[in-house]
C-alpha cells in the first residue's frame, strides 16, 4: 500500500464517510511503516512523518466538516 502526496482540494470533494475511511487507512499504513521500521526493514524513513501529516490533513478536513455541518443545521433550527 502506497500512499501519494494528498491533495487538500480534493479531500474537501470527499464525504464524511469517505474521510473517516481515508484515516483508517492512513493509520493502517502507519502501523506497518512503524513496524518495518522496528525490524529494520522500512526503505524511507521519512515515509512515516509523511504519514503521520496526511492523517493530520485529513483529520483537519473532517473536522471543519463537521463543525460546517453543524452549523448548517443550527442555523435550520433557529
Known amino acids: 500500500m502506497e500512499t501519494h502526496a494528498i491533495h487538500v482540494k ?3 470533494g470527499l464525504t464524511t464517510v469517505e ?3 481515508k484515516v483508517k ?3 493502517k499504513e502507519l502501523f506497518n511503516l512503524r513496524f518495518q521500521f522496528v525490524a529494520g526493514r522500512v526503505e524511507n524513513p521519512a515515509k512515516i512523518k509523511q504519514t503521520k501529516r496526511e492523517i493530520a490533513r485529513v483529520k483537519t ?3 471543519e466538516t463537521q463543525r460546517g455541518e453543524a452549523a448548517k443545521s443550527s442555523r435550520g433550527a433557529a
Open 10 to 12: 480534493n479531500l474537501r
Open 61 to 63: 478536513i473532517l473536522r
Open 25 to 27: 487507512e492512513l493509520k
Open 19 to 21: 474521510l473517516e475511511e
